[in-house]
């Protein structure tokens, strides 16, 4: 067995592992054996583990949401967990290392890297170098979470006056035509500001959102409303001769930032407690199934994930004409809203007028 390179290793430590080695072996212990043993153990901590989960993600997760589970396992466990073997780490020293991040006020940070924990403690054990997972021992050990939905503007005479505030938005242009454009699509904050033109057609009046971009990671269409269509028809001669249909004034290669829509809207004079970019999505959501549109075409245009895959495919091949049909009555509705008009569903009746679910095709 080989003890080192003289002269990186003196005569004395190579002295020192052979009467290490001679011990081992009068203990019944193989020497060679052990050191590979260590080696393999050295490649299989948590750090290393957690990195090769994290390769195998990039195409489940889009960019950002790799990006922020990287973050939470680089900032809060590799410094305290991350040379650990993985198989060796006790639910106390996770629990402890989470307990950092509880310290700071970030309670529902911690929830979240708890579960980015898991999700690579499952995948160590379903890869043999691991035996459980001791995230899930930890299950009522943190403060639990304060949810909060995304601040929104529902009420009909509020959305009115949003809208108008919109119109007369006076900044970058990219930022006027993506805030006039996000209440009539309703898509999420990122899937909006990475727009290519490549994805609209115009004349089918349908944007098709790649996979890649999309939070489930799987194609979506978006029904585009003649008001939709006007919006982009006047976007087209500002920034259509490139690639994005919003990008930013720095390069034209590169999309608006993540937080431009919400500092147009504090411009607007909107606090964070009133609306922000995504909240888009909560105010059609809230006002469609108010006005009596069916659920599932309300759920299958903000792109929530189905588990039912066969009702999944179903429904993205059948649905799509119902879905046009409540989209171009949404924009007629936030049309007649920001003109000030009596309040109407997305069907043109009066507010007053009762619903009948069993109108909406199933």
Sequence with gaps: MSLGVYPDITLKRARDRRDEARRLIADGVDPALKRQAEK?????????????W?????????????????????DFIFPYLGKRPIAQI???????????????????????TK??????????????????????????????????????????????????????????????????????????PGELRQAEWSEVDLEGALWRIPAERMKAREAHLV???????????????????????????????????????????????????????????????????EQGWHPDLIELQLAHAERNQVRAAYNRAQRLEERSTMMQGWADYLDRLRFGSKPMDGRGRGRSDSLNRDDVSV
């Design 115 to 188: 579960s980015v924990c898991s999700r690579v403690f499952r995948y160590a054990i379903a890869t043999g170098r691991a035996e459980r997972d001791v995230a899930a021992d930890l299950k009522g050990a943190l403060r639990p979470a304060i949810t909060r939905n995304f601040p929104a503007t529902t009420e009909p005479a509020r959305i009115g006056e949003l809208l108008r505030a919109i119109d007369g938005y006076l900044g970058q242009p990219s930022v006027a035509f993506a805030l006039k454009l996000a209440p009539y699509v309703f898509v999420r």
């Design 40 to 52: 393999q153990a050295a490649g299989e901590n948590f750090e290393s583990v957690a990195r090769e």
């Design 223 to 289: 029904p585009l409303s003649s008001q939709a269509l006007r919006i982009l028809n006047d976007l087209k001669p500002v920034t259509g001769a490139g690639c994005l249909l919003f990008p930013s004034l720095r390069s034209r290669e590169r999309p608006i930032s993540n937080n431009t829509l919400n500092a147009a809207l504090r411009r607007l004079g909107y606090s964070t407690d009133e609306m922000v970019a995504h909240g888009f999505r909560s105010m059609a959501s809230t006002c469609l199934n």
């Design 54 to 74: 994290l390769k195998l993600q990039e195409d489940k997760l889009t960019p950002g949401s790799l990006g922020r589970e990287r973050d939470r396992l680089e």
């Design 90 to 112: 006790k639910a106390l020293e996770l629990l402890s290392a989470l307990r950092r991040v509880e310290a700071r006020g970030t309670i529902e940070t911690a929830h979240r």
